[in-house]
């Protein structure tokens, strides 16, 4: 199905001579570039104007049958076209895909100025071509770079800083936050709220102790809906370039991350934890603080982290144990289930 135009703005068309350059693709002999397509559509419900792709060999019989007028395959699959459908080779279709599809729907540009209810205090700087939203809040010292988006209910605490072209959208809120360029809170997101710090005083009460430290986000950090990231206690939490930050996970506060992390739905990562570069964390994934998560280590989903994971290995279960070795505890574990066979 084509995408709902209510929703998402007109498609641009493209020729096919522009999709292929840029996919870095060459035109198969006797194609025509000159060919309008108007969107993009699944294989199985693609027509002759929308261009589709096919990601891996299960869809082979689905690319046979496809109605696209051109697909993104790899270069292995493209003989498996139909007449009528342009394959264009790529080495990695789900990425060409992401660049097609932003060609036929790019991201929506701020629509530059200031909503009157908005309440933005007169030290805050505002960067040029900003669209503020209604009910938006920002504070004393506050400096928003140009060409970003405050959605609606949107407050941006004093002092805080986003570089250019972030996008803080609906009920998102950013205190003690610096943040870098091409930033993202969707909907709902917390960043910068006080860390679950306390002291457990003689009369059995709790005595706060004062959370010190910033948030720091790097360039293109996206933080999904309703997650949260408390700031510091005593040094920084750090969020690092390119992370990517699903819906519904607490980042606590002193943890440090590195470059191009991927933390998934309900990931809860406690305080003072370090992740290296390129880590990815499956959903509901626990991890205990004051841990090391070594470079490009995986964390399969709902696991229990309470140790050290070295760089580029593979964890699993709880307690997370490389992923050989949790499945055959799990194996085993299993077999005490087993009923007793009796010997005559």
């Given at each position: 199905m084509a995408a709902d135009p209510r929703f998402f703005g007109q498609s641009c068309p493209q020729p096919l001579a522009a999709i292929a350059a840029r996919v870095g693709a060459a035109l198969p002999e006797g194609a025509d570039g000159d060919m309008i397509f108007t969107g993009t559509a699944p294989l199985d419900?693609?027509?002759?104007?929308q261009i589709a792709y096919m990601e891996s060999r299960r869809y082979l019989a689905a690319l046979r049958a496809t109605g696209a007028g051109a697909v993104l395959c790899a270069p292995e699959h493209a003989a498996a076209a139909?007449?009528?459908c342009v394959a264009l080779a790529v080495a990695d279709p789900h990425l060409a895909f992401?660049?097609?599809?932003?060609?036929f729907f790019p991201p929506p540009a701020p629509r530059p100025g200031i909503h009157t209810t908005a309440i933005v205090a007169d030290s805050a700087e505002i960067g040029s071509g900003c669209e503020i939203g209604p009910y938006a809040v920002i504070g004393e010292g506050a400096?928003?770079?140009?060409?970003?988006?405050?959605g609606a209910h949107v407050v941006v605490g004093p002092g805080c800083v986003f570089g250019r072209g972030c996008h803080l959208l609906a009920h998102s809120s950013a205190s003690h936050t610096?943040?870098?360029?091409?930033?993202?809170l969707h909907p709902g997101a917390r960043v910068?709220?006080?860390g679950f710090g306390f002291a457990l005083a003689p009369d059995g009460g709790f005595e706060t102790i004062p959370q010190l430290g910033r948030v720091l986000l790097g360039d293109r950090v996206e933080v999904g809906a309703n997650s949260c990231i408390d700031r510091g206690g005593q040094q920084d939490t750090v969020i690092g370039t390119g992370t990517r930050i699903d819906n519904l996970v607490q980042i606590a506060h002193n943890v440090t991350m590195g470059r191009g992390c991927v933390i998934v739905a309900q990931v809860g990562i406690a305080g003072s934890t370090t992740l290296g570069d390129?880590?990815?964390l499956a959903g509901q994934a626990g991890l205990a603080g004051h841990l090391s998560i070594g470079n490009k280590a995986r964390v399969g989903a709902q696991a229990g982290v309470i140790g050290n994971v070295p760089a580029g290995q593979d964890v699993f279960g709880t307690p997370a144990l490389p992923v050989r070795e949790s499945l055959r505890a799990f194996a085993r574990f299993r077999q005490l289930g087993q009923p007793i066979s009796k010997k005559a």
């Open positions: 419900g693609a027509a002759a104007q139909p007449p009528g992401a660049r097609v599809a932003k060609l400096r928003i770079g140009p060409d970003s988006l405050l610096i943040a870098g360029d091409g930033v993202v910068g709220q006080d390129y880590v990815t």
